[in-house]
Each structure stands twice: as structure tokens, then as C-alpha cells.
């Protein structure tokens, strides 16, 4: 069996676990920031290296402008309130996107938890904002000051230069696309599409999607 460093999941089905319910999409948005913490735990307490978790992509900015405001509050809100899980935890945070575009008063939240929890030597936590692999993979190609660029030399540019490929790859909400998420990174991922709306998605059946992992065989286009 391969050894489970890296999971990723794209963390879709909010605003449709809302609407069921008869509420407004940034009523799922609130459940989901809490099972981001539910699912941090276990996974850590699992002794996985990395989770890498998307929370928002290069094109959610297409967004009303009502719920892109909305995301943006209930992130920094989201990380004070974090910092007390990845303290206890022994949790490093990190952070893969373009930051550049967020307000200063976001950016001095994100930095002040990536500065607070960088001496935690357990699971670290990727949050992937402002994220998409195309932008990402261009950012990194254009501060290669190189003519002819290798794999390494692209991967050490990369955003996700710290830490290693993904393993598995779980997206929820029912859509069985990878929406511009570590597309280079997860070049050999093994995948899991569930039709569980996020703040649906429990930690049975995390424990599930995990060992089945187990019985996967990865051949690396090796025999
Ligand atoms: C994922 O849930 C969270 C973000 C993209 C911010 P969605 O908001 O995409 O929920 P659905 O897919 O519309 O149900
Ligand atoms: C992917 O979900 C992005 C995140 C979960 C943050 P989307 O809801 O944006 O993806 P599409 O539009 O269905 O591909
Ligand atoms: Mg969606």
C-alpha cells in the first residue's frame, strides 16, 4: 500500500445543501466553514502530512458580489477562530493562491495565522484562496529566470513548492471535475467524487473514502 501523505478536497455543495433547506447560500457557506474544522481534526489526528483544502478559486470572483463580500468575512472570521484548533492541534496553516488580490486587513489575518503556527510540526493545513493551477503554473513559469525549465525547477516555483504531490483527491457536491484544482500536483492522485453536499460529508465516510484508498493500486504506468 502506498503511504497516505497528501489529501485534497474540493469542498463543493454548499449553496445547494442551502437552497434544500429553503436558506440563502451563505447559510451553507457558515456549515461548511465548520466541518472544514470537524474534517481538519480527524485527518490530522490520522497523522496525515497535508490536507489541501479549496475554499476559492481563481473564478469564484464571478460570483455576485453580495456572496463574494460574504466569503471574504466569514474567512478571516473563520481563521480567528481556527487559530485555537491549530494551536491545540500542533497545526501548521498554509496558504496556495494569489493573496495579492485580497484586502490588507485579510492579508495581515492569513499571514498572523501562517506566523502564529509555523513552529507546529504536525499536520499542516493548505487553504487554497484565490486559487487556480493555470495561474498558479504561469505565476511560477514567469519567475523562472531560465530559458529551458525542468519538472523540478517548475515544482520549486509552484506555490505548493513545501510540500509533496497528492495522493488522494475527494471532491464532494456531485460534480466529477477537478475546477482548476492542483492539476500538476495531482498528476497521479488517486480520486473520489461523492455525491455528499459538503457540510453533509461526515467523518464515516472520510474513514471510508480512506480505506478504499488502501485497496487502490498504484502503478505509476508500471506494471
Ligand atoms: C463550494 O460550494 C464553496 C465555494 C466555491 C466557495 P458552492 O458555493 O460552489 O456550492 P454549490 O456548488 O453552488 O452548491
Ligand atoms: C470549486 O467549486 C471551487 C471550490 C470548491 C472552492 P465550484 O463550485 O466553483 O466549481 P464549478 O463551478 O462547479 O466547476
Ligand atoms: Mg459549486
Redesign the pocket.
Known sequence: MDALKHIAI??????RWAKKQGKIRTFGHNAGAKKVIEVTKRVSQLGIKYLSL????T??WK?EKSEVDFLMKLLSKFLKKELKTLMENNIKFRIIGDLSKFSKSLQNVINNTIEKTKNNSGMTQIL?IN?GSRDEIIRAVNSIEKETITQKDLENALDTKDFCDVDMLI?T?G?K?L???LLWQSAYAELFFTKTL?PDFSLEELDHIIMNFKQRERRYGGI
Open positions: 474540493i469542498m463543493d455543495g454548499n449553496g479549496y475554499a476559492f478559486s473564478e469564484n460570483r487554497a486559487y471532491r457536491g460534480e471535475r475546477s482548476n484544482f459538503w
